[in-house]
């Protein structure tokens, strides 16, 4: 099992930055990916970014050059710098935990996927 806790979100106006953090715990070792999405209202849960253990990032252009996802020095924190927010970032985001493990020798890797419980950013304009 992973837990995963947000914070970092709330108001700003458009244009600011807000920065999102989320801390992993419990079998942290076996966590292979994290990432953020985000869930507008009446909208489905998107991609935000994405970054795996070996620091390869998939972030979705519409906030290219305005987001960026990075680890933290423990590798059980992820933080998403948000700068020159807009109303269309207006959601909550979620973060986001993939984990594989292999059960026993001859065994095919078992994923699994965990969620926080959100935070809600809201950009005014």
């Known amino acids: 099992q992973v837990q995963l806790v947000e914070s970092g979100g709330g108001l700003v106006q458009s244009g600011g930055s807000l920065r999102l953090s989320c801390a992993a715990s419990?079998?942290?070792?076996?966590?292979?990916?994290m990432g953020w999405y985000h869930q507008a209202p009446g909208k489905e849960r998107e991609l935000v970014a994405t970054?795996?253990?070996?620091?390869?990032?998939n972030i979705r252009d519409s906030v290219k050059g305005r987001f960026a996802i990075s680890w933290g020095n423990a590798k059980n924190t992820i933080y998403l710098q948000m700068n020159s927010l807009k109303s269309e970032d207006t959601a909550v985001y979620y973060c986001?935990?993939?984990?594989?493990?292999?059960?026993?020798?001859?065994?095919?890797?078992?994923?699994?996927?965990?969620w926080g419980q959100g935070t809600e950013v809201t950009v005014s304009s």
């Open positions: 419990g079998r942290i070792s076996r966590i292979t990916d």
């Open positions: 986001n935990a993939k984990t594989r493990f292999v059960p026993c020798v001859e065994c095919q890797g078992v994923v699994r996927e965990y």
């Open positions: 970054i795996s253990s070996s620091g390869n990032i």
